[in-house]
T-cell receptor
Framework: DAKTTQPNSMESNEEEPVHLPCNHS???????IHWYRQLPSQGPEYVIH???SNVNNRMASLAIAEDRKSSTLILHRATLRDAAVYYC?????????????FGTGTRLKVLA | GAVVSQHPSWVICKSGTSVKIECRSL??????MFWYRQFPKQSLMLMAT?????????EQGVEKDKFLINHASLTLSTLTVTSAHPEDSSFYIC????????????FGPGTRLTVT
């Protein structure tokens, strides 16, 4: 199974940008890169996803390396509510049969 | 929109008994539902994928006779942990998606199972 590698934890100051890295060197051409985050005792929440091009939405930006072996989730201004475990996930499989392969996640701590 | 609920949110049962966890998509029809297990301080591990009206597909190492999955309708899937043991204590999370080409999965809030 395709795996992702993330740092175990990161810290950021409130109101500052945060760059969360993810390595996925075994990614295949049809694997999508998804990011979810999880608060304690809750289910994961969708953040963003992409295939090859960089993506932006109201929550974050996703920067994908040209060789697709790594990506970075960018939170432009971290708030205390952004403190969570962030998972970089490869969506493997074809339409209708895909599944998520969760990485180990990065625990983000936001300092006031 | 796209809300997934689970019931119960937590349950305590005695060793040897069975417990059923429900997963419902509240405002959409889920063609596929997924069941995950998460141990403390660990990542989510996919247990099985279920499509409405067909048998679930279990991941390697997951006992299908122990973790019974039923996806009888487009809005409901159930996971039954049979003959539960303390090592089955975990956080069980379901997710659902609709359509064939949609990328997102919508996750439920999880069910914490404690087996005594």
């Amino acid at each position: 199974d395709a795996k992702t590698t993330q740092p175990n934890s990161m810290e950021s100051n409130e109101e500052e940008p945060v760059h969360l890295p993810c390595n996925h060197s075994t990614i295949s051409g049809t694997d999508y890169i998804h990011w979810y985050r999880q608060l304690p005792s809750q289910g994961p929440e969708y953040v963003i996803h992409g295939l090859t091009s960089n993506v932006n939405n109201r929550m974050a930006s996703l920067a994908i390396a040209e060789d697709r072996k790594s990506s970075t989730l960018i939170l432009h201004r971290a708030t205390l509510r952004d403190a969570a475990v962030y998972y970089c996930i490869l969506r493997r499989g074809t339409s209708g049969t895909y599944k998520y392969i969760f990485g180990t996640g990065t625990r983000l701590k936001v300092l006031a | 929109g796209a809300v997934v609920s689970q019931h119960p949110s937590w349950v305590i049962c005695k060793s040897g008994t069975s417990v059923k966890i429900e997963c419902r998509s509240l405002d959409f029809q889920a063609t596929t539902m997924f069941w995950y297990r998460q141990f403390p301080k660990q990542s989510l591990m996919l247990m099985a994928t279920s499509n409405e009206g067909s048998k679930a597909t279990y991941e390697q190492g997951v006992e299908k006779d122990k973790f019974l999955i039923n996806h009888a309708s487009l809005t409901l899937s159930t996971l039954t942990v049979t003959s539960a043991h303390p090592e089955d204590s975990s956080f069980y999370i379901c997710s659902a998606r609709y359509g064939q080409g949609v990328n997102e999965q919508y996750f439920g809030p999880g069910t914490r199972l404690t087996v005594t």
